[in-house]
């Protein structure tokens, strides 16, 4: 892993392919667990593209940090993810290492607001060849996109909330017309592109609980007013609550959903529940210039260490990032690879023979690493 990477997308030669940064958080937990084969994996697949480079800087942050050294997020590795072209990140957190206000150890709420990533993109569908535990909604399928508000809401209160001597306690909800438009054109957008590749029906959903708060009354009224510049885009809005019954009984409804930063956090991970587990949940938070790929889970520390933990949300995160990459800097090469490592990770769900035990399976963490590239390869040879 290299520290001093070239400037972004740089060439470093009238014809070598342009090289892209890549900043690794292999945190805590099952997080390095996942981490280490995704890097081989992406290594893979970038020489056999040849039509781009990635060179990866590994950089400490997270709970065992915290605890060793007394911080959570360095500042040179803060500085080294500002410089990167992306960041990849596999899980933060220990239950049983805290802040002194008895908080957990959790430097991805800080590098989100640092780096200004306010749309959080978390698929949930079902992968082909995949079941559900929802029967129903597997006989008619479904495939929409939660859009989790990622840098305010509740969670702007982390680190600022107040306990008032032992009697009470209070969190402060922010939403901001700055971040709610950009985060509602980000959702209007990303359902148009849906539409024009037959993703899905072009429907944006504002989740929100706008009958009770002023707040969530106040994020719907802009909702209404950035849909009036998207007319080509179904408008529609739901409260929390029913979308969390509606998710379970018929998920098919929705396209692309967008809500508050702490409502996103959960309804996603009721998503990888009716997806069958954490372990298929990719992610990524996009900012305006820059962004973070991680799974939607956490360190998992009830499995660490063990070589159970299933590292497709981490490989699907990382395809994510390849996606993004190849749109902002037009490298083709890069979109068709995120495209055949998804399908790669599809073949062995598909296949249904090596999977970790999330999935029913009995294999481990690299073994099912080890059968994504080898679909990958088939892939590549088939096509050649
Ligand atoms: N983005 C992040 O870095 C996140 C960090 N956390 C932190 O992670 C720690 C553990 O939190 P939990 O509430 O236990 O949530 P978790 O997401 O780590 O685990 C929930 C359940 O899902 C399972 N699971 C998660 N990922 C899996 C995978 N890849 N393969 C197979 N099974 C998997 C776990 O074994 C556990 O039973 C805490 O310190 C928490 O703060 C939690 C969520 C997100
Ligand atoms: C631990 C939180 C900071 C993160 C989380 O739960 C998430 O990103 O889904
Ligand atoms: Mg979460």
């Not at 150890?105 to 060849?129: C, D, K, N, T, Y």
């Not at 933990?309 to 490989?315: F, Q, S």
């Amino acid at each position: 892993m290299s520290v001093s990477n070239p400037p972004s997308g740089s060439t470093n030669g009238r014809n070598a392919p342009p090289r892209f940064s890549v900043a690794v958080f292999e945190g805590d937990g099952i997080g390095p667990e996942i981490m280490a084969p995704t890097v081989d994996l992406l290594s893979e697949v970038a020489a056999a593209s040849g039509a781009f480079g990635l060179d990866f800087t590994s950089v400490p942050a997270g709970a065992g940090h915290y605890r060793d050294y007394g911080v959570s997020l360095p500042e040179e590795s803060m500085e080294i993810a500002r410089k990167s072209d992306a960041i990849l990140l596999s899980a933060m957190g220990l239950p049983e290492v805290r802040y002194p206000d008895g908080t957990e150890i959790s430097p991805q709420i800080e590098l989100r607001m640092e780096l200004g990533l306010f749309a959080g993109v978390r698929p949930v569908l079902i992968h082909p060849g995949q079941g559900s535990p929802l029967k129903v909604a597997e006989k008619k399928g479904f495939d929409f996109v939660i859009i989790r508000e990622s840098t305010e809401g509740l969670f702007a209160s982390h680190g600022k909330g107040r306990v008032n001597g032992d009697q009470s306690a209070e969190e402060t909800l922010v939403i901001t017309r700055e971040v709610s438009e950009k985060l509602f054109e980000f959702a209007f957008n990303l359902a148009r592109r849906r539409k024009e590749t037959g993703k899905g029906p072009g429907k944006v959903h504002c989740v929100d609980k706008a009958n009770v708060f002023q707040a969530f009354a106040f994020f719907r009224k802009i909702f209404h007013e950035v849909a009036e510049r998207h007319t080509d885009i179904e408008a529609q809005t739901a409260y929390v609550d029913a979308t969390a019954l509606w998710m379970v009984q018929r998920p098919e409804m929705f396209d692309v959903m967008v809500t508050e930063n702490m409502f996103g956090d959960i309804l996603s991970d009721l998503g990888a529940g009716i997806m069958g587990s954490l372990g298929l949940a990719p992610s990524a938070d996009i900012g305006l210039d820059s962004a973070v790929f991680q799974p939607c889970h956490g360190s998992a520390p009830d499995i660490a260490g063990k070589g159970l933990a299933n590292p497709l949300a981490m490989i699907l995160s990382a395809s994510m990032m390849l996606e993004w990459l190849g749109h902002e800097h037009g490298v083709a090469e890069m979109l068709d690879a995120s495209e055949r490592v998804t399908a790669a990770v599809n073949d062995v769900i598909g296949e249904g023979r090596i999977m970790t035990p999330d999935l029913g399976g009995s294999a481990n963490t690299e073994a099912v690493a080890g059968a994504v590239l080898e679909a990958f390869n088939r892939r590549l040879k088939a096509a050649a």
